[in-house]
């Protein structure tokens, strides 16, 4: 259901359980921490400023940059 819920909000599955979307997204994850009653102890939000190979993230998001 987590899963279903993340791709529904837009989310790319990058890695097992490592996911990511180019925006800031800290509601949708508070959303989803009350929702499924999580803590950051089994969802925890990242915030990166670059990954290596980025560019087919932004084709992923469509992002022009």
């Known amino acids: 259901a987590l899963r279903g819920k993340l791709i529904e909000f837009g989310f790319y599955k990058l890695q097992q359980s490592i996911w990511v979307f180019p925006y800031d997204c800290k509601k949708e994850i508070k959303f989803l921490r009350d929702f499924f009653g999580l803590d950051s102890d089994h969802l ?17 998001f469509k992002i022009k940059k």
């Open 44 to 60: 925890q939000l990242i915030v990166a400023a670059e990954l290596e190979d980025q560019e087919k993230l932004k084709r992923r």
